[in-house]
């Protein structure tokens, strides 16, 4: 799992984002300066906050092991290549009190929110 240390960091320094994007990747990618998930946040020289915290899971790790703390209240859309994998991530991300969840994919779309039933919509 990558990208979530800078969004933690820029949440201590005071960063409020809405959301956050939590996207399984199939291997270890190729990253430039742009599209590392440590680089799509930063701090502009006014202060100003730019970019939208992104953290990349491997289809590989276990669901349960990881450690998503940093997305309390946050909304937290789940990029999944299939729904199997999209609600073992939605299950630990539940766990840490986001906003809503919101998990989707070329099998479909499900869409959670605290003490509501699950909204699935097939592809």
């Given at each position: 799992?990558?990208?979530?240390?800078?969004?933690?960091?820029?949440?201590?320094?005071?960063?409020?984002?809405?959301?956050?994007?939590?996207?399984?990747?199939?291997?270890?990618?190729?990253?430039?300066?742009?599209?590392?998930?440590?680089?799509q946040?930063?701090?502009?020289?006014?202060?100003?906050?730019?970019?939208?915290?992104?953290?990349?899971?491997?289809?590989?790790?276990?669901a349960?092991?990881?450690?998503?703390r940093?997305?309390?209240?946050?909304?937290?859309?789940?990029?999944?290549?299939?729904?199997?994998?999209?609600?073992?991530?939605?299950?630990?991300?539940?766990?840490?009190?986001p906003?809503?969840?919101?998990?989707?994919?070329?099998?479909?779309?499900?869409?959670?929110?605290p003490?509501?039933?699950?909204?699935?919509?097939?592809?």
């Amino acid at each position: 799992m990558i990208g979530h240390q800078s969004l933690f960091d820029a949440r201590m320094a005071g960063f409020q984002p809405a959301d956050v994007w939590l996207t399984c990747m199939p291997e270890e990618q190729a990253y430039g300066s742009f599209t590392h998930p440590e680089k799509q946040i930063g701090r502009m020289v006014n202060g100003r906050w730019v970019g939208f915290p992104e953290i990349h899971v491997g289809d590989d790790e276990n669901a349960m092991a990881l450690d998503l703390r940093v997305c309390v209240g946050l909304t937290v859309h789940i990029l999944a290549p299939n729904r199997r994998r999209a609600l073992q991530l939605m299950r630990q991300v539940s766990e840490c009190d986001p906003a809503k969840v919101i998990a989707s994919g070329p099998w479909g779309l499900v869409i959670w929110h605290p003490a509501q039933e699950t909204q699935e919509y097939p592809a």
